[in-house]
């Protein structure tokens, strides 16, 4: 195989792992074609045509170009993207439609204008229907493709299915891991994972607040230490990994921050720096977002009784919440009655894990 046409095929499976994804093959691919533009985009049939996610490589596209087709060719482009066949190359001409116009302003006023003469473009759609198309042009300057060319676009459009159908499923399980990973951030924990010998493999946004704020855990390299002279976090990381037991260290006084150190099984595939434990970091510390809207319709509250168990929920006393609000302690200690009431709580305590342990805190 030619090491170029190896190159190509060999970047369609390192595409996924891309930002933006399949950079490396739409550069590769022009160049392997003699093409002065390729591009590869990703559409959904309900959405607008401009807004679809592409990755571009071109000699030198007039940058008005695109603002062109965003203003006046988005909404009427003829390329019929969702009647074409998955994995068929069309040239233009051949696309449904396109040969019928009389007029063709998005050739005469796009592509031409763009030296986007001789054109090629094949769909690719994966199980879960996920769907990209991939365009590659010459100039007028230039030969039309040929038969060569687009068995070569045939052979790339089967190889990108597979790669493809991993792109969806690592797209689905990111935003699985980033929803996750918010409700844990607004919740107030936070995830540093280690690998088998203690090192970090890498600290979440809430950890690394609870790092840089708490002061009672700091980070050393790549290994988390306690503050703490007499706690030795390094030896209980390894005692527990040893006993593959979980074990919950509190750092600090009241207000510090707890950690679970939670083992995970070795797996084989999972390399040298897989993780082997999940530290959990939590801690008391108020909200610094008002919810206190959500809170009111959670609970049927008023809008000063929803402030008011916001500020009991972060631990203000009723005096003190009943002073920032701006009513009597009296009225506080009526309203605070009713928020018990409708929380199904009875104490500040139980208020406190109610509010924060809610999904008002997600927001």
């Known amino acids: 195989m030619d090491e170029s046409l190896e ?53 030198a596209p007039p940058e008005w170009l695109w603002t062109r087709y965003r203003e006046s060719f988005a909404g009427r482009d003829p ?4 009647a074409m066949q998955p994995g068929r190359v069309y040239a233009y001409d051949e696309l449904e439609g396109v040969a019928a116009i009389d007029h063709d302003a998005f050739r005469e006023d796009f592509l031409r204008a763009a030296d986007f003469e001789h054109f090629l473009i094949f769909r690719v759609v994966e199980p879960s ?42 797209l689905s399980r990111s935003i699985e891991t980033q929803m996750y990973r918010r409700a844990a951030d607004l919740l107030s924990f936070g995830v540093i994972t280690l690998d088998s010998v203690g090192r970090i493999v890498a600290v ?13 855990l700091a980070i050393h390299g790549d290994r988390p230490h306690a503050v703490q002279r007499n706690i030795d976090l390094s030896q209980r990381i390894a005692a527990v990994m040893e006993s593959t037991e979980a074990e919950a260290i509190h750092l600090g006084d009241a207000d510090g921050v707890d950690l679970l150190l939670v083992p995970l099984a070795s797996r084989a595939d999972a390399g040298p720096r897989g993780v082997c434990m999940m530290l959990y970091l939590s801690g008391r510390r108020p909200s610094r977002r008002d919810i206190s809207a959500h809170v009111a319709a959670l609970f049927g509250l008023s809008d000063t009784q929803a402030r008011l168990a916001m500020l009991l929920a972060n631990g203000r006393t009723l005096a003190e919440s009943a002073a920032e ?32 342990t809610s999904v008002a805190m997600l927001d």
């Open 7 to 59: 190159a190509l095929l060999l970047s369609i499976q390192a595409g996924p792992l891309e930002a933006p994804p399949w950079t490396d093959f739409v550069r590769r691919l022009r160049k392997q074609i003699g093409g002065n533009f390729a591009n590869l985009i990703f559409r959904r049939a309900d959405a607008d045509p401009a807004g679809g996610i592409e990755v571009r490589d071109a000699l």
């Open 79 to 82: 390329i019929p993207y969702f």
């Open 129 to 170: 229907g996920c769907n990209i198309w991939v365009t590659v042009t010459r100039s007028a300057g230039e030969p039309a493709f040929g038969a060569d060319d687009r068995a070569l676009c045939e052979r790339l459009a089967r190889a990108l299915v597979p790669a493809l159908a991993c792109y969806s499923a690592l």
């Open 204 to 216: 979440d946004d809430a950890a690394r607040r609870w790092v840089d704020e708490a002061g009672v």
């Open 325 to 356: 609000i701006g009513i009597t302690e009296q009225t506080a200690r009526t309203y605070s009655k009713d928020i018990y009431a409708r929380t199904g709580t009875a104490r500040q305590g139980e208020l406190i894990q109610r509010i924060l």
